[in-house]
């Protein structure tokens, strides 16, 4: 037990894990606080019990946030009210709002995004905004967030069990002077019962990965469900090379397009530097509903840029652009993910894809630049079918799990799919015939 814990007296409803202490002792000394780690370690009651305290002594106007909150039922209501009800304190309890009785402050619930768009409605005039579950907070929406909350003095709490270690709320909270970070565990919270105990000790046995990130609080990025590893990928963000000068570079262009409005375009340029290694050289991205204007874009990299070919997602609402697009450029080729693949491992061309990229970074032949494409292929997991072909985990999972589409990660998959199987056979039939023989390949049959 540390001074500070010995000579704390705090009330009983702020009966919380002495190492939160700094949270209550330092409220006012902080813009943010960034609570994360495992399960059971009283992250969410701490943070509750707290704010109800804060509630009765000053009047304040509070809002509970997720990204995504389909009904009240997901959201932390059902916390503060047990609390309300076990120490008998004096609420107007409402559907979506708590009322104190006698400060007048109030505290509503609210998920960040509607309808595929972040909704702020609500937040201007917030004295204090917590955002549980924040690994499941977008960039997008965070830096929405972030200017809204501008009241003087306003405080903004993130209580969290990262999924990767680029997470986009612990990013913006590493290293700032105005934020609080502590990490706790269940081992740090003397209120974790026996059951609790003995239920991380057996995970603990059982599966040392999970225990690590449900338990421990680690990213998950290191299970082996996981297409790459963070050493991997760090490997490859650092990798260094001889750039061969003399040799015949060859560059490609890849385009992954939106397909519904929270989604991106994404649009990455690689270039061999020698004869094993290429470089993620260029990254934009851009959301647009206009689709000439989207096309517009594609015309204007792919001439900035000047690859030797572009290859385009061609699903779904990708299919017309790609069509218009290769009207004006002859080496665009259109990919369809769940086409045919061309490996004997893959289950589809999307596999084919990411199982090249995969070995690229493994091998040391690809040098990783976009922080945001590193981040994506953190948690993209590939899945073992009864059959023994390998399987990415579907793009609409993965967008409901993250609260984002994995565009970045795409665009990157793409790219490596045609470096590892259309490269050379592409370019040969662009050089001899201006123009590209799709009938050559099957995924583009």
């Given at each position: 037990m540390t001074?500070?814990?010995?000579?704390v007296k705090?009330?009983?409803?702020?009966?919380?894990?002495?190492?939160?202490?700094?949270?209550i002792?330092?409220?006012n000394s902080y813009?943010?606080f960034?609570i994360e780690?495992g399960?059971a370690?009283?992250?969410?009651?701490?943070v509750?019990?707290?704010l109800?305290?804060?509630m009765e002594?000053?009047?304040v106007r509070i809002?509970c946030g997720r990204?995504?909150?389909n009904?009240i039922?997901?959201?932390v209501?059902?916390?503060f009210i047990?609390?309300?009800e076990?120490y008998?304190?004096a609420y107007e309890?409402?559907?979506?709002s708590?009322?104190?009785?006698i400060?007048g402050?109030?505290?509503?619930?609210k998920?960040?995004?509607?309808?595929?768009k972040?909704?702020i409605?609500?937040?201007?005039?917030?004295?204090?905004?917590w955002i549980?579950?924040?690994?499941?907070?977008?960039?997008?929406?965070?830096d929405?967030i972030?200017?809204?909350i501008r009241?003087?003095?306003?405080?903004?709490?993130?209580?969290?069990?990262?999924?990767?270690?680029f997470d986009?709320?612990?990013?913006?909270?590493?290293?700032?002077?105005?934020?609080l970070?502590?990490n706790?565990?269940?081992?740090?919270n003397p209120?974790?019962?026996?059951?609790?105990l003995k239920e991380?000790?057996?995970c603990?046995d059982t599966?040392?990965?999970?225990?690590?990130?449900i338990?421990?609080?680690?990213?998950?990025?290191?299970?082996n469900?996981?297409?790459?590893?963070?050493?991997?990928?760090?490997k490859?963000?650092n990798?260094e090379y001889d750039?061969?000068?003399?040799?015949?570079?060859t560059?490609?262009?890849s385009v992954d397009?939106?397909?519904?409005?929270a989604?991106?375009c994404v649009?990455?340029?690689y270039v061999?530097?020698?004869e094993?290694?290429?470089?993620?050289?260029e990254?934009?991205?851009?959301?647009?509903?206009?689709?000439?204007?989207t096309k517009?874009?594609?015309?204007?990299?792919?001439s900035?840029?000047?690859?030797?070919?572009?290859?385009?997602?061609a699903d779904g609402?990708?299919y017309?652009i790609?069509?218009s697009?290769?009207?004006?450029?002859?080496?665009?080729?259109?990919?369809?993910g769940?086409k045919k693949p061309?490996?004997k491992?893959?289950?589809n061309?999307?596999?084919?894809g990411?199982l090249?990229?995969?070995?690229?970074?493994?091998?040391?032949?690809?040098k990783?630049?976009?922080?945001?494409t590193?981040?994506?292929?953190?948690?993209i997991?590939?899945i073992?079918?009864?059959?023994?072909?390998?399987?990415i985990?579907?793009?609409?999972?993965l967008?409901k799990e993250?609260?984002e589409?994995?565009d970045?990660?795409?665009?990157?998959?793409?790219?490596?799919?045609?470096?590892n199987?259309?490269?050379n056979?592409?370019?040969?039939s662009y050089?001899d015939?201006?123009?590209?023989?799709?009938?050559?390949?099957?995924?583009?049959?």
């Open positions: 001074a500070n814990e010995k000579i705090l009330p009983e409803i702020l009966n919380i894990p002495p190492k939160l202490y700094p949270f002792l330092n409220f813009s943010y960034l780690g399960r370690s009283g992250k969410t009651q701490s509750a019990r707290f109800l305290y804060i002594k000053r009047h809002c990204e995504i909150q009904s039922n997901e959201s209501r059902t916390v047990d609390l309300i076990q008998k304190l309890i409402k559907r979506d708590l009322t104190n009785k400060s402050s109030k505290m509503f619930f998920g960040f995004r509607e309808q595929g972040v909704n409605k609500g937040l201007e005039g917030v004295d204090i905004l549980d579950e924040a690994q499941s907070i977008a960039k997008a929406t965070l929405i972030i200017p809204t009241k003087k003095n306003s405080v903004i709490i993130f209580t969290m069990n990262r999924y990767t270690r986009s709320v612990y990013n913006f909270c590493a290293k700032r002077n105005d934020c970070h502590i706790i565990c269940y081992f740090d209120y974790a019962d026996e059951k609790i991380a000790k057996i603990k599966n040392i990965n999970d225990y690590n990130h338990w421990l609080g680690y990213p998950m990025s290191n299970n469900e996981f297409l790459l590893s963070s050493e991997a990928l760090d490859s963000l990798l750039f061969n000068g003399t040799y015949d570079t560059s490609i262009m397009l939106s397909a519904s409005g989604d991106l649009a990455k340029l061999r530097q020698n094993k290694i290429w470089l993620e050289k990254t934009i991205s851009w959301s647009e509903s206009d689709t000439d204007i517009g874009k594609i015309i204007s990299y792919f900035e840029w000047t690859p030797k070919l572009i290859i385009m997602d609402l990708g017309p790609w069509i697009v290769s009207k004006v450029v002859k080496s665009a080729i259109g990919f369809r769940a061309l490996s491992y893959a289950l061309a999307r596999a084919d990411y090249a990229l995969k070995e690229y970074v493994e091998k040391g032949y690809l990783l630049t976009d922080k945001n590193i981040r994506q292929l953190e948690y997991k590939k073992y079918k009864p059959n023994g072909l390998i399987a985990q579907d793009k609409k999972e967008r993250h609260n589409s994995p970045y990660a795409d665009c990157a998959m793409m790219a490596l799919y045609a470096i199987y259309c490269t056979s592409i370019i040969n050089e015939t201006g123009s590209i023989i799709e009938s050559e390949f099957e995924p583009f049959e």
